[in-house]
């Protein structure tokens, strides 16, 4: 994030005071400058290399004097080069932009200047974006996005839609990215902002890329590249930006050869602006292509370049690095270092998730305290409201009448009152519940990544087949959040979508999407989640099992799924394929762990199962729903 004034503007400038960029104040007296100046030294050193030690004394130093001028205007601007200063050099927490950029807004909003009030709002969006408070991020950027529309101002309004494409890009939502990214495009083209304009085309590139539409991602990167070759030659880091996006949209389609020239073209122009030391991390890229191609002595170099790079600045939360290190490793029969690399990616993958419960429990400990609170405070409030009205009963008792139609009137007052509060916490709770249900699906990604990467360590057949069965159940679970949290009933899960999307996950885990065709003949089916989960698990099982079992030798088959609601509302299950079915007299394969759990949550849904072999494996629950609730 730039908040920077023209340098050829700060170079005019600084020619009229009486010390230059490259004599700092320390050195001319800090005290004798006029603050003005002091802030324009700011602008124009915020991302400077040489006075990197001095800038943050210097800033403080400038905010104490602004903050005894009781001018909002300058105040502001001393808070936003401190928020720009502490975005570039990364020294310090990102929470430390953002404090500075919300003292900025507080500062503007006192000055009731309406242009930079939005501004602001628009930059902390990013700010919010870059330390992962998307609900933040939102409700800033659409307050600045109305007050651009009042203000009819084109650029604003276009760099906000641009910001909000960079908000749904960051939840992964690439559709609406794309949407509010072309939202943006001809307002930037209108306003002749082309900086944000070749910007903006990043949200175009990862958003086609993540969606395979290929071809409209490289057309995004080629307008980028004309945009700052034609428009906005200063905007020196955005091609490198614009290349490395499009290497990993070529890693996507699997385009090696263009790909590493991206990347390649990507680490060059880093150099070339900022120097080789600031662009080392760019080598992780490289380093993946050529492991891909088997080039494992230059990946090894590109890898731990980036790598080393990465541990330099502090930035060890890394994870695809060291496994891709660990890999180049391995195939160079150095197995010592990979082992290495591998438990530095287990060590962070861990801790990563540990993270994320250990802020899930604080934030639901906070809520639940919050939430005490409120209720004393309303019983507090309901006691004295109480005692008030007794005294108003005695003082007027003379006139009842009058009394009771005032009563009448604040009682419907009160009622209207209490019914928006109940409104308002009903949509609190509501996105609260979406959340958690987001963060347990993300957990329970998590934790497949994890069995996933332990599973890559085994080499006994049937392990690693228990491994990949457990990342399967894990993975019908998570499906049954993300669709709690992506729909609009939060209470219950439509089944046919669900069968549909677990299908799809268990034959692209078994590589059988070519020759099994899983079929779900049924109508759109809406059940609570304590009775779709055992359900989806159920499936789950006797999927794997078919795909196993039921057609081997690279047989071509279809598997059958139906699940309905009789008269009594209960339910009725049929899994059946057309394979080979079972023998009977041999025993059954597999570790039996698979039929111990479908009759524990048969039974647990108070259910019975019928087993058929006609032409293949016909397999029927009756679900007693009703009863056993």
């Known amino acids: ?89 990364g020294l310090f927490s990102p929470d430390s932009v953002v404090y500075h950029a919300e003292k900025a807004l507080e500062y503007h909003i006192k000055s009731d200047d309406t242009k930079k009030i939005a501004d602001t709002y628009r930059s902390l969006a990013i700010d919010y974006l870059n330390t992962g408070q998307l609900d933040k991020a939102q409700e800033v950027l659409f307050k600045s996005i109305e007050l651009y529309e009042d203000l009819n101002d084109n ?25 509010y990214t072309n939202q943006a495009i001809p307002l930037l083209e209108k306003s002749e902002n082309y900086s944000s304009l070749a910007i903006a085309q990043f949200n175009l590139i990862i958003g086609y890329g993540e969606l395979g539409e290929y071809e409209k991602a490289y057309k995004a990167t080629e307008d980028c590249l004309e945009i700052v070759r034609t428009k906005a030659p200063d905007q020196i880091f955005v091609p490198v930006r614009a290349y490395s996006y499009r290497g990993e949209v070529y890693m996507k389609a699997k385009d090696y050869d263009n790909a590493l020239k991206d990347y390649l073209a990507a680490w060059n122009l880093c150099k070339k602006h900022i120097g080789e030391e600031r662009c080392t991390t760019y080598r992780t890229e490289i380093g993946k292509i050529y492991l891909v191609q088997k080039n494992y002595e230059q990946a090894l170099d590109h890898l731990l370049a980036g790598v080393n790079a990465y541990e330099d600045k502090d930035q060890n939360g890394i994870i695809q690095p060291y496994l891709d290190l660990a890999e180049v490793y391995t195939n160079l029969g ?19 998730l540990e993270g994320k419960i250990e802020n899930i429990k604080s934030e639901m400990a906070i809520k639940y305290e919050t939430e005490k609170k409120d209720e004393a405070l309303a019983s507090q409030a309901a006691l004295i409201d109480q005692k008030s009205k007794t005294q108003t009963l005695f003082i007027v008792i003379a006139s ?26 009903n949509a609190e709770n509501e996105l609260l519940l979406k959340e958690i249900h987001h963060r347990v699906k993300n957990n329970l990604e998590m934790v497949k990544s994890l069995i996933a990467l332990q599973s890559a360590q085994i080499e006994d057949p049937a392990t690693k087949d228990a491994m990949i069965a457990s990342q399967n159940r894990v993975q019908s679970m998570g499906i049954i959040h993300q669709k709690l949290y992506q729909g609009t009933n939060l209470g219950s899960i439509e089944m046919k979508d669900y069968f549909l999307n677990l299908s799809e996950g268990i034959l692209d885990t078994f590589n059988a999407e070519d020759r099994v065709k899983i079929e779900c003949a049924m109508d759109n089916l809406d059940l609570d ?101």
Request: proline share 2%; aromatic share 10%; charged share 20%.
């Open 334 to 352: 150095d197995f010592e270092n990979a082992l290495f690399y591998k438990d530095k990616a287990y060590t962070n993958s861990k801790n990563l």
């Open 529 to 629: 989640v304590d009775t779709a989960v055992p359900i989806g698990l159920i499936v789950n099982e006797l999927l794997t099992n078919a795909l196993k079992y039921a057609f081997p030798k690279q047989q071509q088959g279809v598997i059958n799924i139906s699940l309905e609601k009789d008269t009594d509302q209960n339910l009725k299950l049929l899994v059946r394929d057309n394979g080979v079915g079972k023998t009977v007299g041999l025993a059954p394969k597999g570790t039996g762990f698979g039929s111990q759990l479908v009759q524990l949550l048969t039974q647990q849904l108070n259910g019975k199962m019928i087993e058929r072999n006609d032409e293949g494996t016909h397999i029927e629950f009756d679900f007693l729903i009703r009863k056993s609730a």
């Open 155 to 179: 650029a604003g309004l276009g760099s906000a839609y641009r910001t909000l494409g960079v908000k749904y890009r960051v939840m992964e939502d690439y559709e609406k990215s794309i949407y």
């Open 400 to 425: 009842l009448l009058l009394v009771f139609l005032l009563s009448l009137l604040y009682f419907f007052y009160e009622s209207k009152k209490a019914t928006r509060i109940i409104r308002a916490k």
């Open 1 to 89: 994030m730039l908040r920077l004034i023209s340098t050829i503007l700060l170079v005019c400038f600084f020619s009229k005071v009486s010390f230059s960029q490259s004599e700092t104040l320390s050195e001319k007296g800090l005290n004798d400058q006029p603050i003005d100046s002091v802030l324009s030294w700011m602008n124009a050193n915020s991302t400077s290399e040489e006075n990197l030690q001095e800038f943050h004394a210097i800033g403080i130093e400038t905010l104490k004097r602004g903050l005894k001028t009781e001018n909002d205007t300058l105040i502001a601007q001393i808070h936003e080069s401190l928020a720009s200063w502490h975005a570039y050099n």
